[in-house]
């Protein structure tokens, strides 16, 4: 069943306009007519069944017939913090992070960007990764859509998420050291609802001056198995071994 | 470091000369001069260092200087079989599931399999994927080449692997019905070298009738969490897991 994030908060049984987009996704795209039902969330991330009330010319009202107890999201918010990377690979990370469950996805640029997010592109290039994110949320029936974000260094980035209970990095040395244990260990050390930040580097990898920032701020490297994961993968490891051991396993 | 696969076995301190592909990436594309090193991975999957001994034109030699001991290979053999997708996404299945350790994927003709391999196309496709899996594998540091095929039904893929040790197939309509349980399970019960099939739908799923038909064969429905997965993105799920319970976990 089709999904759809609400922007403002509606009364269950009383009909609501439906905005542009999502009337025109809902009647034009999918054909939907009166009675027919999807699934809408709400600003407080709970999602309801509803149904179509009514039809008129691009205008659709939708009205909320049932609270639905199922969450689909972890019981860890996850955040992800990307040395930004080439052209299209931003996008891949946002829809399948998505998918995969994340909490907030950050760009950073890392010392061995190719890319870099001039201020003046930055926040439309924002507002296009905001909108997969929207996409695959719908998509893959989240109960939030990801915050999507960019800070300029890793200076920044250390200062802004120095709050959060755990931060790892994924470093391709920890993988060639036999570091095997630090991700079982960070998990295991999680309680719900806490939040873990994992920094990944973009093509070429993190340097070693950028690693012992990190490490300078308490922030842990980790191995995330034997094989070398390319920049855009590894995040997808991270997130799905998270998801097995949050959900799947315990 | 670079490494490559070897066609042919080689003997340690004998120079050889590379194929005419691995001489250009390795001469051309990367410059390597008399000296550089590289790791070369010989028939039996077992991987060694070693150096260039000499170049002439297109044509380079080298000399393999010492066996690494380290495998990046899974414990247990992965195999994926994926209804066929649209387009370009067995690419990207193709490079991620080897990144992820893959030991084998094959791709099938599903109910809902918008496209289709005619046979007169299907070794050129092939072709193009195993090509995709080769740089992947090279990239990644793996111990071996997956190795991929196509058959033309769901009959064909359940008699063909009905010998492997353990089956299941990822289902939308397990996850809805909260199934939390089965892929611990399954990871649970396989010993080293065992061999795990999981089947996967394409866009729109598998039909009621396809599960059935593998429950007759004892493959047990199995669901990836509580969100809905793309087709790209299931099988990618299933190996991060894994990787992570055979190789951080335990």
């Not at 309801?48 to 049932?66: E, F, K, M, P, T």
């Not at 855009?232 to 396993?249: D, G, I, K, Q, V």
Request: hydrophobic share 40%; glycine share 4%; net charge positive.
């Amino acid at each position: 069943m089709q999904r759809y994030f609400l922007t403002t908060k509606q009364t269950l049984t009383q009909p609501f306009d439906l905005d542009q987009q999502t009337a025109h996704h809902l009647v034009t795209v999918l054909r939907a007519e009166v009675g027919t039902q999807a699934e809408f969330v709400q600003p407080d991330q709970q999602a309801y069944l509803g149904h179509v009330s009514l039809i008129q010319g691009n205008q659709a009202q939708v009205v909320l017939d049932q609270r639905l107890a199922k969450s689909s999201e972890m019981p860890v918010k996850l955040i992800i913090a990307c040395g930004l990377p080439k052209g299209e690979k931003t996008q891949l990370i946002v829809q399948k992070a998505t998918e995969l469950g994340v909490f907030k996805i950050i760009f950073f640029a890392a010392k061995r960007s190719v890319a870099r997010w001039p201020l003046a592109k930055r926040n439309r290039k924002l507002a296009r990764l905001q909108q997969i994110a929207q996409s695959a949320a719908e998509q893959s029936h989240r109960n939030l859509i990801p915050c999507v974000t960019y800070v300029d260094s890793l200076a920044a980035l250390l200062s802004e998420t120095s709050t959060k209970t755990s931060r790892i990095v994924a470093w391709e040395e920890s993988a060639k050291q036999n570091e095997q244990s630090q991700l079982a260990t960070t998990f295991g050390n999680l309680r719900p609802n806490d939040s873990l930040l994992t920094i990944f580097g973009p093509e070429g990898g993190l340097t070693v001056d950028e690693v012992s920032q990190m490490q300078q701020h308490q922030v842990q490297p980790t191995g995330l198995g034997p094989r070398i994961l390319r920049t855009e993968t590894a995040p997808l490891y991270l997130l799905a071994a998270a998801s097995y051991y949050f959900e799947l396993e315990n």
